[in-house]
T-cell receptor, first 113, second 114 residues
Framework: GDSVTQMEGPVTLSEEAFLTINCTYT??????LFWYVQYPGEGLQLLLK?????DKGSNKGFEATYRKETTSFHLEKGSVQVSDSAVYFC????????????FGKGTHLIIQP | ETGVTQSPTHLIKTRGQQVTLRCSSQ?????VSWYQQALGQGPQFIFQ???????GRGNFPPRFSGLQFPNYSSELNVNALELDDSALYLC?????????????FGPGTRLTVT
């Protein structure tokens, strides 16, 4: 079945460091790919998305590129802030949505001042 | 624009009981999905409703059931609660036919089964 694998956390970085959170996927077709963020005590917020190969999603300084050849969708940010501390989830969807989103287990990011 | 809302925020139930969780979709959305998020895990898809009918289901037993109403609000019902049902239950709304399949999540209901 479809699955998403993302790097285990927690990931601890200093403020202004470069961030990469790896995400790879297995899918029978050509999924849409997403990154969601969950702040403490809150629900999920869509951070960025890409719907086809080579698309780059970007938002709030975060970027991720849909790489079909490596089945990856790694999240990057050039300079993290303390306010970026949260849990980040990589997810995919196939077939227009009736199967729901398939999520990875999440990566807890901690940014220290 | 009103976002996705869920009620109640927290709930404590005893094993064997039944529970109903509620969700109001974002304005303009016609599809609602429910997810279960165990502690430290990613959300797991339970099912999706469109036009008041279930049109997709994950790997959850029949004691998890749902309803969608004409105003696109929704309920998740869980019968014969088990300890492992303790989790955060998330509702998400979307617009079927949107090729990007962007879902908007509510804040969740934290269910504790004792």
């Amino acid at each position: 079945g479809d699955s998403v694998t993302q790097m285990e956390g927690p990931v601890t970085l200093s403020e202004e460091a470069f961030l990469t959170i790896n995400c790879t996927y297995t899918a029978t077709g050509y999924p849409s790919l997403f990154w969601y963020v969950q702040y403490p005590g809150e629900g999920l917020q869509l951070l960025l998305k890409a719907t086809k190969a080579d698309d780059k999603g970007s938002n709030k300084g975060f970027e991720a590129t849909y790489r079909k050849e490596t089945t990856s969708f790694h999240l990057e940010k050039g300079s993290v802030q303390v306010s970026d501390s949260a849990v980040y989830f990589c997810a995919l969807n196939l077939g227009g949505g009736a199967d729901g989103l398939t999520f990875g287990k999440g990566t807890h990011l901690i940014i220290q001042p | 624009e009103t976002g996705v809302t869920q009620s109640p925020t927290h709930l404590i139930k005893t094993r064997g009981q039944q529970v109903t969780l509620r969700c109001s979709s974002q304005s303009g959305h016609n599809t609602v999905s429910w997810y279960q998020q165990a502690l430290g895990q990613g959300p797991q898809f339970i099912f999706q409703y469109y036009r008041e009918e279930e049109n997709g289901r994950g790997n959850f037993p029949p004691r998890f059931s749902g309803l969608q109403f004409p105003n696109y609000s929704s309920e998740l019902n869980v019968n014969a609660l088990e300890l492992d049902d303790s989790a955060l239950y998330l509702c998400a709304s979307s617009l079927l036919g949107d090729s990007s399949y962007e879902q908007y999540f509510g804040p969740g209901t934290r269910l504790t089964v004792t």
